[in-house]
C-alpha cells in the first residue's frame, strides 16, 4: 500500500490522518499528526508519514484484541493489505476479480461500488442525477436513451463512452465521497467534498452531498470503530489510485 501513499497529496494526508484518528487504539496519533506536520516540507518526514499511515491501517484491519494476540505471538500484529479489501469488499456486498496488485484492486474496489450504485437507480433516475451535477443535456440524452435501449448490463463503460475518461472519473470521485460522508458524517465530509469540484469544477455545488445515494447503502452494518476507517479508508484510496488511470493487472 506505500507505493499507493507516495500517489497522495498533502490533502490526501490530511484526510486519512483524521479518518485513523482514534482515543482508544495501539496507534500514536501524536506522532501521525506531527508528521503529517512536517511532510510538507521534509521528504524524510513524508515517506515516515507513509509508513506510519501504511502501518495504522493494517492494524485497524485488525480488531484490536486480534492484533495484539498476532503482535505477541508473531511479532506483528497487523493483516495484509489484501485482507483488508476482500474484507471491505464482503462488508460492502461487493465482488470483484482476485490477483493484481493492491492499487489494482482498490480500484476495482471502487468501480464495483459505483457499478452497484448506478445499476440501483432507472435510466430516468440516472438522467437527473447527471443533470444535476452539471453534465450537459445532449451527452445525458445520449446515455438516458442507450439505457433504455440496451439495459443496464454495466453503467460506467456507457458513461465512458459518451463523456470521457475524465468526467466519468469526476462521477465515480463524486458517488464514492457521497458514500464515504454517509458513514463519517456530511459534516466532516465537507473538506472532501470541496476538493473535488476543486478537481471537477464542471461539477453544479449542491452543498455537502453531490449524490442521492440509494437505499442500498442505508443498511451498512459498519458497528466497531474498525470498519469506520478501513471502509472510507479504502475507498478514497481506490479514488486516489485511479487519478492516474487503471493499473493494469498482473
Same mark, same amino acid.
Given at each position: 500500500m506505500k507505493t499507493l501513499l507516495a500517489k497522495c497529496t498533502t490533502e490526501d494526508f490530511t484526510y486519512l490522518s483524521e479518518t485513523l484518528e482514534s482515543y482508544f487504539s495501539f496507534t500514536d496519533d501524536k506522532k501521525r499528526k506531527k508528521l503529517l506536520s512536517l511532510s510538507k516540507t521534509d521528504t524524510k518526514s513524508r515517506e515516515l508519514l507513509i509508513e506510519t499511515i501504511d502501518s495504522q491501517i493494517k492494524y485497524f484491519g485488525s480488531s484490536d484484541l486480534a492484533y495484539l494476540k498476532r503482535h505477541l505471538l508473531q511479532g506483528n500484529g497487523a493483516v495484509s493489505a489484501s485482507e483488508i479489501i476482500e474484507d471491505v469488499c464482503e462488508k460492502l456486498k461487493v465482488n470483484i476479480k482476485l490477483g493484481g496488485s493492491v492499487e489494482s484492486r482498490l480500484e476495482k474496489l471502487v468501480k464495483s461500488v459505483v457499478e452497484k450504485e448506478l445499476l440501483s437507480k432507472t435510466p430516468e433516475e440516472l438522467y437527473k442525477a447527471f443533470k444535476e451535477m452539471g453534465v450537459g443535456d445532449i451527452d445525458n440524452e445520449q446515455i438516458l436513451e442507450h439505457l433504455k435501449k440496451n439495459g443496464k448490463v454495466a453503467v460506467l463503460p456507457v458513461i465512458v463512452q459518451f463523456l470521457g475518461p475524465e468526467i466519468a472519473l469526476g462521477i465515480i470521485e463524486t458517488i464514492i465521497i457521497t458514500l464515504i460522508a454517509q458513514i463519517i458524517g456530511r459534516e466532516a465530509a465537507k473538506q472532501l467534498v470541496k476538493e473535488v469540484i476543486k478537481r471537477n469544477p464542471w461539477l453544479n455545488a449542491l452543498?455537502?452531498? !453531490? #449524490? %442521492?445515494?440509494?437505499? /442500498? #447503502?442505508?443498511?451498512?452494518? !459498519?458497528?466497531?470503530? /474498525?470498519?469506520?476507517?478501513?471502509?472510507?479508508?479504502? !475507498?478514497? !484510496?481506490?479514488? %486516489? /489510485?485511479?487519478?492516474?488511470?487503471?493499473?493494469?493487472?498482473?
Open positions: 452543498g455537502p452531498a !453531490l #449524490w %442521492v445515494v440509494s437505499g /442500498a #447503502w442505508l443498511a451498512f452494518d !459498519l458497528q466497531g470503530p /474498525a470498519y469506520r476507517k478501513t471502509v472510507p479508508i479504502c !475507498l478514497y !484510496l481506490g479514488i %486516489v /489510485a485511479l487519478r492516474d488511470g487503471e493499473e493494469a493487472d498482473s
